[in-house]
């Protein structure tokens, strides 16, 4: 788990209990569990709306989303598709 081993992550844990107490940790961690839920969610917007604004600028970018089926259904057609 990000390179921690099993004794490090102890020493953190009671080092986290003794500077929050037991009383606060469980809010502390809520806290901080809220804050990458939102910065998560915030990532992923921002992520998708740069990729928008590039896919959007970026005419070579556009490509036919049917393209696939159009190319099986000329296939078919044409007598190329065999089993």
Known sequence: M???????????????????GP??????????????????RYQSMMESTIRAEVFTADPKLQKDPFKKGKEFGEKVGSGGFTR
């Open 2 to 20: 990000f390179g921690i081993g099993s004794w490090e992550f102890m020493i953190i844990a009671v080092l986290a209990l003794l500077l929050f």
């Open 23 to 40: 009383d606060k940790l469980p809010d502390f961690a809520r806290t901080i569990g809220r804050f990458m839920r939102d910065f998560r």
